[in-house]
């Protein structure tokens, strides 16, 4: 974009040393950032650690180059939205449509579980275990799940890092929850305390749909 270019930062650490400045100066270029860029800002790019999958490092002109996993990011500082706080109550047996964030949620009881038909934006819960109402809201300071197959709980912060998951988004992830858990990460994990079991009488399946997927 005119704001911003990446690459895969392979392609640096694969380049001869000679040519890696090049390719920073290019990138810098496509954005119209390599006024005012000297040899230290370059070479202060190239001399992080490449065992640090995440930095950034400021650059004059109000660029910044930032590592992101496998990608290096040179972009313009811009000052980012307040990040807004939502929680909306779902309904059961119904369609839910909420325009901000975008989202569409089906929570339906249905009589049996289609293994086959799960995707990351479809899943089938045990009714009876869910406290309360439900809610769907993004992410508080301190919120944790227990997702299935973990032996135990993890922070939502901490998960969101293990899986990569950009920080630009973490805001941004719609959690289902009731009255006392995190039900569902949707498009990610799913809390254990929720599974269907051996025990389960009552099944329920939620279907979501987000701007980015569409339909499950």
């Not at 964030?101 to 049996?112: V, Y």
């Not at 998960?159 to 992830?173: A, C, T």
Request: charge should be positive.
């Amino acid at each position: 974009t005119g704001n911003s270019v990446s690459i895969n930062i392979e392609l640096i650490y694969s380049a001869k040393p000679y040519l890696q400045p090049y390719i920073i100066r290019y990138m810098l270029s496509e954005i119209g950032c390599l006024v005012n860029v000297e040899k230290k800002n370059i070479d202060g790019i190239l001399s992080m650690p490449q065992i640090n999958t995440i930095w950034s490092v400021d650059l004059p002109g109000d660029i910044r180059a930032r590592r992101q996993y496998d990608k290096l990011i040179i972009e313009h500082k811009e000052i980012k939205d307040e990040i807004v706080n939502y929680f909306y109550p779902v309904s059961i047996d119904n369609e839910t449509v909420i325009k901000s964030p975008g989202i569409k949620i089906t929570i339906e009881k249905c009589d049996k579980f289609e293994k086959k038909l799960i995707s990351p934006y479809e899943k089938y819960i045990d009714y009876d275990k869910i406290k309360g109402n439900i809610f769907l809201r993004n992410r508080r300071a301190g919120d944790k799940i227990y997702p299935v197959n973990l032996n135990g709980s993890v922070e939502i912060k901490k998960y969101f890092i293990n899986n990569k998951i950009p920080k630009s988004k973490r805001d941004l992830i719609p959690l289902l929850c009731d009255e006392e858990n995190i039900i569902w990460i949707i498009g990610y994990a799913l809390s254990d305390k929720y599974k269907i079991d051996d025990n389960t009488k009552n099944i329920v399946k939620i279907k979501v749909q987000t701007p980015e997927r569409g339909n499950a």
